[in-house]
Protein backbone atom coordinates (compact mmCIF):
# COMPACT_ATOMS: atom_id res chain seq x y z
CA UNK A 1 0.00 0.00 0.00
CA UNK A 2 1.72 3.07 -0.93
CA UNK A 3 1.72 6.18 1.05
CA UNK A 4 -1.30 8.04 -0.30
CA UNK A 5 -3.46 4.63 -0.15
CA UNK A 6 -2.63 4.26 3.69
CA UNK A 7 -3.75 7.51 4.45
CA UNK A 8 -6.84 7.59 2.31
CA UNK A 9 -7.42 4.19 4.28
CA UNK A 10 -6.91 6.36 7.73
CA UNK A 11 -9.05 8.91 6.82
CA UNK A 12 -11.83 6.51 6.07
CA UNK A 13 -10.88 5.34 9.64
CA UNK A 14 -11.08 8.12 10.80
CA UNK A 15 -14.37 9.18 9.45
CA UNK A 16 -16.16 6.23 10.92
CA UNK A 17 -14.58 6.76 14.28
CA UNK A 18 -15.89 10.78 13.98
CA UNK A 19 -19.29 9.31 13.08
CA UNK A 20 -21.50 12.00 13.53
CA UNK A 21 -24.64 11.83 15.38
CA UNK A 22 -27.42 11.19 12.90
CA UNK A 23 -25.31 8.18 12.31
CA UNK A 24 -27.04 5.78 13.78
CA UNK A 25 -30.17 3.48 13.14
CA UNK A 26 -32.83 4.89 11.03
CA UNK A 27 -35.31 6.42 13.33
CA UNK A 28 -37.87 8.20 11.67
CA UNK A 29 -39.77 7.50 7.97
CA UNK A 30 -42.11 10.03 7.53
CA UNK A 31 -44.97 9.38 4.75
CA UNK A 32 -46.83 12.23 3.70
CA UNK A 33 -49.59 12.03 0.67
CA UNK A 34 -50.67 15.04 0.06
CA UNK A 35 -54.53 14.71 -1.12
CA UNK A 36 -55.14 15.53 -5.07
CA UNK A 37 -51.46 17.63 -5.26
CA UNK A 38 -51.15 18.85 -8.78
CA UNK A 39 -47.29 18.49 -9.65
CA UNK A 40 -47.34 21.49 -11.05
CA UNK A 41 -48.24 23.36 -8.35
CA UNK A 42 -44.85 23.03 -6.79
CA UNK A 43 -43.49 26.02 -6.74
CA UNK A 44 -40.55 27.74 -4.44
CA UNK A 45 -43.02 30.80 -3.70
CA UNK A 46 -45.63 28.77 -2.58
CA UNK A 47 -44.36 25.48 -1.17
CA UNK A 48 -40.93 26.57 0.13
CA UNK A 49 -40.83 23.85 2.92
CA UNK A 50 -41.61 21.18 0.22
CA UNK A 51 -39.37 22.47 -1.91
CA UNK A 52 -36.41 22.00 0.47
CA UNK A 53 -37.38 18.45 -0.19
CA UNK A 54 -35.80 18.83 -3.53
CA UNK A 55 -32.44 19.65 -2.73
CA UNK A 56 -30.47 17.88 -1.39
CA UNK A 57 -32.63 15.00 -1.93
CA UNK A 58 -34.65 13.93 -4.98
CA UNK A 59 -37.89 14.24 -6.79
CA UNK A 60 -39.99 13.54 -9.61
CA UNK A 61 -42.68 15.63 -10.96
CA UNK A 62 -43.59 12.95 -13.42
CA UNK A 63 -45.66 10.32 -10.90
CA UNK A 64 -48.71 8.32 -12.15
CA UNK A 65 -51.62 6.90 -10.10
CA UNK A 66 -53.62 3.69 -11.07
CA UNK A 67 -56.25 3.82 -12.90
CA UNK A 68 -58.75 5.16 -12.14
CA UNK A 69 -56.73 7.53 -10.46
CA UNK A 70 -59.23 7.73 -7.36
CA UNK A 71 -58.16 8.40 -3.42
CA UNK A 72 -58.65 4.95 -2.07
CA UNK A 73 -57.72 3.14 -4.86
CA UNK A 74 -54.47 4.98 -4.95
CA UNK A 75 -53.44 4.67 -1.30
CA UNK A 76 -54.04 1.29 -1.07
CA UNK A 77 -51.48 1.14 -4.28
CA UNK A 78 -49.33 3.31 -2.66
CA UNK A 79 -49.11 1.15 1.26
CA UNK A 80 -49.12 -2.69 -0.68
CA UNK A 81 -47.16 -1.49 -3.77
CA UNK A 82 -50.85 -3.82 -5.81
CA UNK A 83 -53.06 -1.89 -8.51
CA UNK A 84 -56.07 -2.85 -8.70
CA UNK A 85 -55.31 -5.23 -11.49
CA UNK A 86 -53.01 -6.90 -8.77
CA UNK A 87 -55.29 -7.39 -6.41
CA UNK A 88 -55.62 -4.08 -4.95
CA UNK A 89 -58.57 -1.85 -3.63
CA UNK A 90 -61.39 -2.56 -6.71
CA UNK A 91 -63.47 0.51 -5.85
CA UNK A 92 -63.15 3.91 -3.95
CA UNK A 93 -65.20 3.04 -1.12
CA UNK A 94 -65.15 1.37 2.29
CA UNK A 95 -67.39 2.51 5.33
CA UNK A 96 -66.29 1.65 8.83
CA UNK A 97 -67.37 -1.68 9.75
CA UNK A 98 -66.70 -3.20 6.63
CA UNK A 99 -63.50 -5.75 5.77
CA UNK A 100 -60.58 -4.31 5.67
CA UNK A 101 -57.34 -3.98 3.53
CA UNK A 102 -56.31 -7.84 3.50
CA UNK A 103 -52.74 -7.60 1.90
CA UNK A 104 -49.86 -6.58 3.72
CA UNK A 105 -48.61 -2.91 3.67
CA UNK A 106 -45.97 -0.55 4.19
CA UNK A 107 -46.87 -0.43 7.63
CA UNK A 108 -47.07 -3.55 8.28
CA UNK A 109 -42.97 -3.81 7.11
CA UNK A 110 -42.09 -1.23 8.88
CA UNK A 111 -43.45 -2.90 12.33
CA UNK A 112 -41.62 -6.17 11.09
CA UNK A 113 -38.87 -3.96 10.80
CA UNK A 114 -39.08 -2.84 14.38
CA UNK A 115 -40.96 0.81 14.13
CA UNK A 116 -44.06 1.70 16.08
CA UNK A 117 -46.33 3.18 13.62
CA UNK A 118 -48.64 5.68 13.73
CA UNK A 119 -51.19 6.06 10.65
CA UNK A 120 -52.99 9.32 10.58
CA UNK A 121 -55.40 10.11 7.63
CA UNK A 122 -57.96 13.10 6.79
CA UNK A 123 -61.01 11.06 5.19
CA UNK A 124 -62.63 8.44 6.95
CA UNK A 125 -62.53 5.93 3.88
CA UNK A 126 -58.72 5.49 4.28
CA UNK A 127 -59.65 3.76 7.47
CA UNK A 128 -59.55 0.99 5.18
CA UNK A 129 -55.72 0.49 5.60
CA UNK A 130 -55.77 0.26 9.18
CA UNK A 131 -54.16 -3.31 9.49
CA UNK A 132 -53.30 -5.11 13.39
CA UNK A 133 -49.72 -3.83 13.25
CA UNK A 134 -50.35 0.07 13.49
CA UNK A 135 -48.98 1.19 16.50
CA UNK A 136 -51.60 4.41 16.92
CA UNK A 137 -54.08 5.73 14.38
CA UNK A 138 -56.79 8.58 14.43
CA UNK A 139 -59.08 10.04 11.69
CA UNK A 140 -57.61 13.63 11.77
CA UNK A 141 -59.09 16.13 9.38
CA UNK A 142 -57.54 19.12 10.49
CA UNK A 143 -55.00 18.15 13.25
CA UNK A 144 -52.97 15.09 11.50
CA UNK A 145 -49.34 17.18 11.75
CA UNK A 146 -50.12 17.57 15.81
CA UNK A 147 -50.65 14.00 16.20
CA UNK A 148 -47.67 12.94 14.11
CA UNK A 149 -45.91 15.58 15.82
CA UNK A 150 -46.72 13.74 19.32
CA UNK A 151 -46.66 10.53 17.72
CA UNK A 152 -42.78 11.36 17.24
CA UNK A 153 -42.34 13.15 20.44
CA UNK A 154 -41.51 9.34 21.81
CA UNK A 155 -38.30 7.76 21.23
CA UNK A 156 -37.30 4.97 19.42
CA UNK A 157 -37.61 3.88 15.47
CA UNK A 158 -41.16 5.28 14.33
CA UNK A 159 -42.67 5.18 10.93
CA UNK A 160 -45.50 7.83 10.13
CA UNK A 161 -47.73 8.13 7.28
CA UNK A 162 -49.83 11.40 7.37
CA UNK A 163 -52.75 11.63 5.00
CA UNK A 164 -53.56 15.85 4.31
CA UNK A 165 -57.09 17.05 2.91
CA UNK A 166 -57.96 20.35 1.71
CA UNK A 167 -56.65 20.08 -2.27
CA UNK A 168 -59.29 17.48 -3.00
CA UNK A 169 -61.90 20.13 -1.91
CA UNK A 170 -60.19 23.26 -3.46
CA UNK A 171 -59.55 21.50 -6.86
CA UNK A 172 -63.36 20.84 -7.30
CA UNK A 173 -64.58 23.84 -5.63
CA UNK A 174 -62.01 26.67 -8.03
CA UNK A 175 -60.42 24.35 -9.93
CA UNK A 176 -57.07 22.43 -10.11
CA UNK A 177 -54.09 25.04 -9.88
CA UNK A 178 -56.71 28.31 -9.24
CA UNK A 179 -55.31 30.50 -6.80
CA UNK A 180 -57.76 29.14 -3.73
CA UNK A 181 -56.06 25.75 -4.98
CA UNK A 182 -52.46 27.15 -4.69
CA UNK A 183 -53.90 29.19 -1.84
CA UNK A 184 -54.35 25.86 0.23
CA UNK A 185 -51.20 24.70 -0.69
CA UNK A 186 -49.38 27.24 0.72
CA UNK A 187 -51.03 27.33 4.07
CA UNK A 188 -50.54 22.88 3.97
CA UNK A 189 -46.78 23.67 3.19
CA UNK A 190 -46.65 25.78 6.11
CA UNK A 191 -48.06 23.87 9.01
CA UNK A 192 -45.98 20.93 7.68
CA UNK A 193 -42.57 23.06 8.70
CA UNK A 194 -42.66 21.89 12.40
CA UNK A 195 -43.32 18.29 11.40
CA UNK A 196 -40.40 18.47 9.02
CA UNK A 197 -38.49 20.25 11.56
CA UNK A 198 -39.13 17.60 14.31
CA UNK A 199 -38.40 14.85 11.69
CA UNK A 200 -34.56 15.86 10.79
CA UNK A 201 -33.74 16.54 15.18
CA UNK A 202 -34.41 13.10 15.75
CA UNK A 203 -32.10 11.39 13.95
CA UNK A 204 -31.26 9.26 10.52
CA UNK A 205 -34.52 9.64 8.79
CA UNK A 206 -36.57 9.80 5.53
CA UNK A 207 -38.75 11.62 4.08
CA UNK A 208 -40.97 10.80 1.29
CA UNK A 209 -44.15 13.38 0.06
CA UNK A 210 -46.48 12.01 -2.68
CA UNK A 211 -50.20 12.21 -3.54
CA UNK A 212 -52.38 10.04 -4.81
CA UNK A 213 -53.61 12.11 -7.68
CA UNK A 214 -54.68 15.00 -9.58
CA UNK A 215 -57.26 16.68 -11.36
CA UNK A 216 -58.06 18.76 -14.01
CA UNK A 217 -60.32 21.88 -14.28
CA UNK A 218 -62.81 21.29 -11.45
CA UNK A 219 -63.16 17.54 -12.49
CA UNK A 220 -61.10 14.61 -10.90
CA UNK A 221 -60.92 10.73 -10.95
CA UNK A 222 -61.54 10.64 -14.85
CA UNK A 223 -59.22 9.31 -17.93
CA UNK A 224 -57.78 12.92 -18.06
CA UNK A 225 -54.70 12.84 -18.44
CA UNK A 226 -54.00 15.52 -15.78
CA UNK A 227 -55.66 13.25 -13.08
CA UNK A 228 -53.08 10.72 -13.05
CA UNK A 229 -50.12 13.23 -12.58
CA UNK A 230 -48.22 13.06 -9.00
CA UNK A 231 -45.28 14.02 -7.97
CA UNK A 232 -42.85 12.61 -5.30
CA UNK A 233 -40.38 14.02 -3.27
CA UNK A 234 -37.82 12.36 -1.28
CA UNK A 235 -35.10 13.05 1.19
CA UNK A 236 -33.10 10.95 3.92
CA UNK A 237 -30.04 12.39 5.96
CA UNK A 238 -27.96 11.07 2.95
CA UNK A 239 -27.96 10.69 -0.57
CA UNK A 240 -29.47 7.77 -2.21
CA UNK A 241 -28.48 7.67 -5.69
CA UNK A 242 -30.64 6.78 -7.81
CA UNK A 243 -34.07 5.38 -5.73
CA UNK A 244 -36.43 7.85 -7.53
CA UNK A 245 -36.60 6.79 -11.18
CA UNK A 246 -38.45 8.16 -14.15
CA UNK A 247 -41.73 7.39 -14.74
CA UNK A 248 -42.66 7.11 -11.55
CA UNK A 249 -45.86 4.87 -10.50
CA UNK A 250 -47.41 4.99 -7.46
CA UNK A 251 -47.07 1.48 -7.22
CA UNK A 252 -43.44 1.77 -6.44
CA UNK A 253 -43.97 4.25 -3.37
CA UNK A 254 -43.82 0.57 -1.10
CA UNK A 255 -40.53 -1.05 -2.91
CA UNK A 256 -38.97 2.83 -2.74
CA UNK A 257 -40.02 3.27 0.55
CA UNK A 258 -38.61 -0.37 1.63
CA UNK A 259 -35.39 -0.04 -0.55
CA UNK A 260 -34.22 3.71 1.11
CA UNK A 261 -35.38 2.27 4.60
CA UNK A 262 -32.91 -1.00 3.72
CA UNK A 263 -29.72 1.43 2.66
CA UNK A 264 -30.45 4.09 5.34
CA UNK A 265 -30.19 1.26 8.28
CA UNK A 266 -27.67 -1.15 6.23
CA UNK A 267 -25.30 1.72 6.01
CA UNK A 268 -25.58 2.82 9.76
CA UNK A 269 -24.91 -0.97 10.46
CA UNK A 270 -21.41 -1.29 8.97
ZN1 LIG B 1 -57.69 11.93 -3.41
Same mark, same amino acid.
Given at each position: ??????????? &??????????????? #? /?????????????A? #???G??????LK????FTL????V???? /?????????????????? =???NN??????? +??????L !???? $?? @??? /?GY??? $???? @????T?????H???R?D??E???????E????FV????????E???D???L? $? !??L??LR???R????L? /??????GT???V???????H?????????E???????????W??? @? &? +?Q?Q??I?????? +? #?????Q??GE? =??
Open positions: MNRLARQFGLG &IVGSFMLMPAWAQDL #Q /TVLLVSIDALHPAL #QADAPNLESRPGQEGRSNPPQ /TLIAHTAMLTGLSPEQGG =KQDWQPGEPR +VAHETL !DFAK $KQ @GFE /TFYA $KPKL @GYLIPSISSALADGVRAQAFLRPGQRFLHLSGLDAGPSGWS $K !DYDEYIDSLAPL /TDVRQRYLIVTSDHAGERLHGTSHPDFKLPLLVQASPLP @G &I +VDFSVRVRPM +V #QNAMALNT =KN
